[in-house]
């Protein structure tokens, strides 16, 4: 394949690296410290712009954080043209919530393609959320979660509808 390496870029033999913002190693991905730093230091939004930019960073990590759709909503709501931006308690426990969520993230397995995988899906009036695990010595092991909030017309949907909307 005539592949070039640089040295000076390469690590050999380790246990676990850097790499697009994750640690790394045998065992899964990690979030990075340093992101989840950035994100616990962040003072609270006081406008649009500063909303939007703690959403792309969340979204960044959004794969680690259980339900982060229903856990986002009290800020997220705030992007809406038709909500007048306050950043009130709620939008506050809400970006408390995932702050406290980053720092509790857990390791994200490595998928074993020799294993089963288990899809585990709920669904709420106004969210879905699905996570993605794998049984290894009788422990389920997260590997992914995903979650969604609802439009209008989706949360109409009966409670089946929704699952069949999360395993989508």
Do not use: N
């Given at each position: 394949y005539k592949i070039r390496l640089n040295p000076h870029k390469c690590v050999f033999c380790v246990g676990s690296g850097h790499l697009l913002g994750f640690v790394v190693s045998k065992d899964g991905i990690r979030l990075d410290p340093c992101k989840v730093q950035a994100i616990i230091n962040l003072?609270?939004?006081s406008n649009l712009l500063q909303i939007q930019k703690l959403q792309g960073k969340a979204n960044f990590l959004r794969r680690f954080i259980p339900n982060y759709a229903e856990?986002?909503?009290g800020y997220t709501?705030?992007?809406k043209k038709e909500v007048p931006f306050v950043w009130d308690q709620v939008a506050q426990a809400s970006f408390d919530a995932l702050k406290d969520s980053l720092m509790k993230a857990s390791l994200m397995y490595a998928p074993?393609?020799?294993r089963d995988f288990n899809l585990y899906l709920a669904a709420a009036n106004t969210t879905i959320t699905m996570v993605l695990v794998?049984?290894?010595?009788?422990i389920e092991h997260p590997i992914y979660y995903l979650s969604k909030n609802l439009n209008d017309?989706?949360?109409?949907y009966s409670y089946v509808e929704k699952l069949a909307l999360a395993a989508i």
């Open positions: 003072p609270p939004p856990l986002a909503k709501r705030l992007l074993d393609y020799q794998q049984e290894v010595d009788g017309t989706e949360s109409k």
